[in-house]
Structure formats: structure tokens, C-alpha cells
């Protein structure tokens, strides 16, 4: 069995197809969805696919892209959405300097309010980060501070230097299809070195497809391609990656139930 920690199954690309999307997927192996929100009015629509389906989750969070239009959300709306019982997640959240869609001073308070929601339900926080690797470290530790909380950097891509500090945080690291590219070296060698107890797969469909499926839509049925090259990129065999990062993300989202 394999997970897919990370995937976007309402989004244009999947959502047309979902019921085909899951079961090409489950023939490829796949056992598990976490299917991520990342906007307020996708998460009826993500609670309800979990709802539906056995081995999909949820998650409900705000994407710093829109903590713009999500900058009076309030912590009770988003403590209240984590109690339903397909939820197992919060997120994804976090901060985007790349594409700055957001004023960065309310990524950064939504963000912190994300971490106090998962600092008091204890679900894992799911992370976005780009180009925003000091200020990402800054506050995930200075919140580390005030109490623990599980969380992981999903799609990660930033440098071995900030993997450093998260793992050193207890994060958990998750790789995507971008490990598969060839120029992606600098993210392979971070890919061999994280401990395998702190290790997820992912696809972030319906994007990043990895190798063989560049320039196609991505669907969750390609992370076993991603579990497969990781596997052979740290020497050793795949079924080995498929069963620790599935009993880590079982670990981690101990909320999750098959």
C-alpha cells in the first residue's frame, strides 16, 4: 500500500473525472488520500468527497495565496471545521514570497493561526513554503516555543540547510513529483538524507507531474512513480519506501482511520 499525502481532488483536472481518478489509482496501488483544501469555500466540498469515500481524508486550511481574501476567517471558524471527523488536517497554510498574492503580513497571522489551531486539536499543520525559508523557520519555531504541534513541509523544494532546522523542529519532510526532474539535483541529494521515520510521498495533483508523466495532468496514481525513484535514489527497495512512509503518515495523522 502507498499513500498519497498530498492532492487536490477537486481541482479542475481531477474533479471532472474523481470517480476514475480514485480507482486508477487504488489499481496502481494507492490505499489513502489526504485530499487538501486550501481556500473557506472548498471545504464542504473536500469534507464531503472524504465523507464519500472510505480511503480519502481532509484537510481544511487557507493557502497563502488567499489569506488576502481570508483575512478576517477567525480562529473558531477554522477550530469548528477540524471537528468533523473525515478531517484529519490542517491546511495547507503557510507563506509565499515567490508570487506575493497576499500581503505578507497577513500570510504570516494567518499562518500563526493555523499553528495555534493545530497547537490545541493536535492535527498535523501542512505547510507551504516558497522563497520564504527565514521567516517559515522564524515562526515555526518561536511558535515551537509556546507548545508543540505536528507538521510537516509538503512539496518541499527549499535547501538542505532548512531542512535541517525543520527536521531538527520535528517536522516531517514531504517530496512530490519535482524530485523525479532532472534538474533537481540539489533536492535529490536533501531527498537521500532525510531519516526515514520523517518521510511522506506525495503528488500535489492535479500538478507536478514527475517523471514519466511530465506535461500530462498529474493524478495520485503517479505517486508510486515518485515512491520508485526515491526509493532507487536512496539505494534501497521500493517496497520499503511504500510500507515506512505509509506507516508514517498513519503516525503522523493518527486521526486518520481505514
Known sequence: MLVDSH?????KGLV???TDVLDRARTAGVGAFLNISTRQSEWGQVVATAAREPDVFASVGIHPHEADAHHDLGRAALLEATQHPRVIAIGETGLDYYYDKSDRDVQKSLFRMHIDVARETQL?????????????HAILAEE???GSYPALIHCFTASADFAEKVLALGL???LSGIVTFKNAKALQEVAKSVPEDRLLVE??????AP???R??????AYVVDTAAFIAELRGTDVEQIKMRTTANFFNLFNKARL
Open 7 to 11: 492532492c487536490h481532488l477537486e481541482y
Open 16 to 18: 471532472e473525472d474523481q
Open 124 to 136: 498535523p499543520l501542512i505547510i507551504h513554503t516558497r522563497d520564504a525559508e527565514d521567516d517559515t
Open 144 to 146: 515551537m516555543g509556546k
Open 172 to 174: 516531517t519532510i514531504s
Open 203 to 208: 503528488t500535489d495533483s492535479p500538478f507536478l
Open 211 to 213: 517523471v514519466p508523466h
Open 215 to 220: 506535461g500530462r495532468v498529474c493524478e495520485p
